[in-house]
């Protein structure tokens, strides 16, 4: 299965714009990258996808390196509802069906 | 539209008790899915469902049982509590579209006493 590789925390100021990158150097050719974020107490929340094009939405906006090894999720201007841990994840496609498998993830402060 | 519900929030059980945890979506997605999350970890997939009478293993299978009698519901069933099932467990459904995210409940918080 292909893997991702991020940091295990970052640190914002408020009203900055956040940068989370992911590596997923043995990414297939059909892998999508999704990006989920978990905030305290609550279940992973949808954040954006892709395949090889950037893509924005009014969440955030993910940025696709050429040759599709890593990404970024850019949050445009990080506010306190923001601090969350985000997830770099690439569809799995074993089994009967595509499946998400989760790291640990990036713990993102954001500060005043 | 409530998304995806799931009961109890919270239940402490005993050693070798059994219990089942509810998952309802009112979605008509047909792709289901049980996670568990222990502290400072990630989640990992125990089962899925692609609908109604299919389900599969997911990585941690072991302890815990599901059915899919309808598109709507997919509990998870544990037959013999055991500490290390102590976790909190995220039930999610998707759309059959494969590039559509997946929508997950709020949680059950576990204990196994």
């Known amino acids: 299965d292909a893997k991702t590789t991020q940091p295990n925390s970052m640190e914002s100021n408020e009203e900055e714009p956040v940068h989370l990158p992911c590596n997923h150097s043995?990414?297939?050719?059909?892998?999508?990258i999704h990006w989920y974020r978990q905030l305290p107490s609550q279940g992973p929340e949808y954040v954006i996808h892709?395949?090889?094009s950037n893509v924005n939405n009014r969440m955030a906006s993910l940025a696709i390196a050429e040759d599709r090894k890593s990404s970024t999720l850019i949050l445009h201007r990080a506010t306190l509802r923001d601090a969350a841990v985000y997830y770099c994840?690439?569809?799995?496609?074993?089994?009967?069906?595509?499946?998400?498998?989760f790291g640990t993830g990036t713990r993102l402060q954001v500060t005043l | 539209n409530a998304g995806v519900t799931q009961t109890p929030k919270f239940r402490i059980l005993k050693i070798g008790q059994s219990m089942t945890l509810q998952c309802a979506q009112d979605m008509n997605h047909n792709y289901m899915y049980w996670y568990r999350q222990d502290p400072g970890m990630g989640l990992k997939l125990i089962y899925y469902s692609v609908g109604a009478g299919i389900t599969d293993k997911g990585e941690v299978p072991n302890g815990y049982n599901v059915s899919r009698s309808t598109t709507e519901d997919f509990p998870l069933r544990l037959e013999l509590a055991a500490p290390s099932q102590t976790s909190v467990y995220f039930c999610?459904?998707?759309?059959?579209?494969?590039?559509?995210?997946?929508?997950f409940g709020s949680g059950t918080r576990l204990t196994v006493v």
């Open positions: 994840i690439l569809r799995d496609y074993g089994g009967t069906a595509s499946k998400l498998t």
């Open positions: 043995t990414i297939s050719g059909t892998d999508y």
């Open positions: 999610a459904s998707r759309r059959d579209r494969a590039a559509y995210g997946y929508t």
């Open positions: 892709g395949l090889t």
